[in-house]
């Protein structure tokens, strides 16, 4: 439970903060928490528009930080979340999400998996 706040408290970092909250609002409670606290933190920094810039390392480190574990484990963590954020969100939220991520980060997405597995067998 714990890596599961960790890592949606870092997805809420690098999102546009406005997103952040419309994905928090088809979370459960614990995880909604979580994801609205980074973003409103989040905003107070920048101007609350566009959420913090960093890729794939730096989200590892922040999971990792935020769980006490090491940041392979971080990165499996992140993509378990990823899965299940996927199969709850709405559809057209997980698209905003995605396009919202940079390359390295949106890798964990099964969706973006998935279109590299189709990429590579045709």
């Given at each position: 439970?714990l890596?599961?706040?960790?890592?949606?408290?870092?997805?809420?970092?690098?999102?546009?903060?406005?997103?952040?909250?419309?994905?928090?609002?088809?979370?459960?409670?614990?995880?909604?928490?979580?994801?609205?606290?980074?973003?409103d933190?989040?905003?107070?920094?920048?101007?609350?528009?566009?959420?913090?810039?960093?890729?794939?390392?730096?989200?590892?480190?922040?999971?990792?930080?935020?769980?006490?574990?090491?940041?392979?484990?971080?990165?499996?963590?992140?993509?378990?979340?990823?899965?299940?954020?996927?199969?709850?969100?709405?559809?057209?939220?997980?698209e905003?999400?995605?396009?919202?991520?940079?390359?390295?980060?949106?890798?964990?997405?099964?969706?973006?998996?998935?279109?590299?597995?189709?990429?590579?067998?045709?």
């Open positions: 439970m890596n599961r706040a960790a890592v949606v408290s870092t997805l809420a970092e690098r999102l546009p903060s406005g997103l952040a909250r419309h994905v928090a609002a088809q979370l459960p409670p614990d995880l909604a928490a979580a994801m609205r606290e980074a973003a933190a989040s905003a107070g920094r920048d101007s609350g528009s566009a959420g913090e810039r960093f890729g794939l390392t730096a989200f590892a480190g922040r999971v990792a930080a935020r769980a006490g574990t090491d940041e392979d484990k971080a990165l499996r963590d992140a993509a378990a979340v990823l899965e299940v954020l996927d199969a709850a969100l709405a559809p057209e939220l997980t905003r999400m995605a396009g919202a991520l940079p390359a390295d980060i949106r890798e964990l997405l099964p969706v973006e998996r998935a279109v590299q597995d189709t990429g590579l067998s045709g």
